[in-house]
């Protein structure tokens, strides 16, 4: 199975602050992840996939980028509403895999 | 816009089996370019993809779970299912049904990729005690 790492595993930050958020896979992926938001109590939320594509009605201030085995989520200027847990899931090998999340919370 | 749901019990002793059903609304479960998924996330955990679907009745399962799991479709209720046999505490867990969006084929490798789950369902809690 690939294994997806995510850094940091919890991140602590501002309103307006820039936030980006790391996922690392075990062996190449092309561009084949997703990038999800689950705020507790929720069903995850599908912010990008494909490595950098918006899913349509997500913010712009999300944005993602990378291919192979390195990949960043940024947000440009958190939100109070952006306060949540955030998983990559890589789609290139079965079985599907997710990382173990990063949790960012308010300063 | 599409909705999924999930229903079944709550509560399932150990050694049964799991059974729960997922409702899509607002489109057609038999549309191409969507798989149909069913994902668990442990209490405080993340997240763990047991497998998927196609509207014709091809399925993948993770491997951990292949030998206690079966995912079948009902395009008629516009319905897809999970059963998990054998149960025990360890498969208590919130369960999501998901969508899963089809994306390029690659010709040379014979298979579909994919970009991700757009839409999920609000999930349900199984508790596995006696």
């Known amino acids: 199975d690939i294994q997806l790492t995510q850094s940091p595993s919890f991140l602590s930050a501002s309103v307006g602050d820039r936030v980006t958020i790391t996922c690392r896979a075990s062996?190449?992926?092309?561009?084949?992840l997703a990038w999800y938001q689950q705020k507790p109590g929720k069903a995850p939320k599908l912010l990008i996939y494909a490595a950098s594509t918006l899913q349509s009605g997500v913010p712009s201030r999300f944005s993602g980028s990378g291919s192979g085995t390195e990949f960043t989520l940024t947000i440009s200027s958190l939100q109070p509403e952006d306060f949540a847990t955030y998983y990559c899931?890589?789609?290139?090998?079965?079985?599907?895999?997710f990382g173990p999340g990063t949790k960012v919370d308010i300063k | 816009q599409v909705q999924l749901q999930e229903s079944g019990p709550g509560l399932v002793k150990p050694s049964q089996t799991l059974s729960l059903t997922c409702t899509v609304s607002?489109?057609?479960?038999?549309?191409?370019?969507?798989?149909w998924s069913w994902i668990r996330q442990h209490p405080g955990k993340g997240l763990e993809w047991i497998g998927y679907i196609y509207y014709s009745g091809s399925t993948y399962y993770n491997p951990s779970l292949k030998s206690r799991v079966t995912i079948s479709v009902d395009t008629s209720k516009n319905q897809f299912s999970l059963k998990l046999s054998s149960v025990t505490a360890a498969d208590t867990a919130v369960y999501y049904c998901?969508?899963?969006?089809?994306?390029?084929?690659?010709?040379?490798?014979?298979?579909?990729?994919?970009?991700?789950?757009?839409?999920w369902g609000q999930g349900t809690t199984v508790t596995v005690s006696s």
């Open positions: 899931q890589q789609l290139n090998s079965y079985p599907f895999t």
């Open positions: 998901a969508r899963v969006l089809e994306g390029p084929y690659d010709s040379s490798g014979g298979r579909y990729y994919y970009y991700g789950m757009d839409v």
């Open positions: 607002g489109g057609s479960i038999s549309s191409g370019g969507y798989y």
């Open positions: 062996q190449g992926i092309s561009s084949y």
